[in-house]
């Protein structure tokens, strides 16, 4: 059974702490992404990667960071968390061109 | 004008009705659309896709794009309470490792 796996599924963090959500994927998938849901404004993309140390943009980069060591692992951090980084963040790998799997969500608030 | 638009709802509907849920794109470079389904505290799933000439059935799901009208449609025949979820439509672009979401339709099927 396909998994993705965010490891946490609430946070709740301070403003100007550093956050790091981390996702791990056991499917062998190239691609992977974070992307934020919030109320009235659907899902959008943050970054994605698409092989180990390789990363782009997606549509709202400012005030987030990735990185993708090894295959299996997407790290989403937050520099200096603002409460306006208060969302649902959602991982999903894919293989290229292929349909995506997302994990369950984590919830940041950020007071 | 945002490159996928969706009417967020709320729907609402009686167990047994047809549920027509819709999207709009602007870019007619788009080939490939898909329908994700997320329930509550959950990540999206994939539900159905179509490439932008064609219809595509499943069960009691109908995938359909009209190139003509930029529009596509999810019909639900003889929905279900089971069904009540959140409907994003997507579409893969230019890029081949990015997918753009609407912003979701809330639906309701009452037993």
């Known amino acids: 059974d396909v998994k993705v796996t965010q490891s946490s599924r609430y946070l709740v963090k301070r403003t100007g702490e550093k956050v790091f959500l981390e996702c791990v994927q056991d499917?062998?998938?190239?691609?992977m992404f974070w992307y934020r849901q919030d109320p009235g404004l659907g899902l959008r993309l943050i970054y994605f990667?698409?092989?180990?140390?390789?990363?782009e943009k997606g549509d709202i980069p400012e005030g987030y960071s990735v990185s993708r060591e090894k295959k299996e692992r997407f790290s989403l951090i937050l520099e200096s968390a603002s409460t306006n980084q208060t969302s649902m963040y959602l991982c999903?790998?894919?293989?290229?061109?292929?349909?995506?799997?997302f994990g369950s969500g984590t919830q940041l608030s950020v007071l | 004008q945002k490159e996928v638009e969706q009417d967020p709802g709320p729907l609402s509907v009686p167990e047994g009705a047809i549920v027509s849920l819709n999207c709009t794109y602007s870019?007619?470079?788009?080939?490939?659309f898909m329908w994700y389904r997320q329930y509550s505290r959950k990540g999206p799933e994939l539900l159905m896709y179509?490439?932008?000439?064609g219809n595509k059935e499943d069960g009691r799901f109908t995938a359909q794009v009209d190139k003509s009208s930029k529009y596509i449609s999810l019909f639900i025949r003889d929905s279900q309470p089971s069904d009540s979820a959140t409907y994003l439509c997507?579409?893969?672009?230019?890029?081949?490792?990015?997918?753009?979401f609407g912003k979701g339709t809330l639906l309701t099927v009452n037993p």
């Open positions: 999903a790998s894919s293989f290229p061109n292929e349909k995506l799997f």
């Open positions: 499917m062998d998938h190239e691609n």
């Open positions: 990667s698409y092989d180990v140390k390789m990363k």
């Open positions: 870019n007619s470079a788009f080939q490939y």
């Open positions: 179509t490439y932008s000439s």
């Open positions: 997507a579409k893969r672009g230019g890029s081949n490792y990015k997918l753009t």
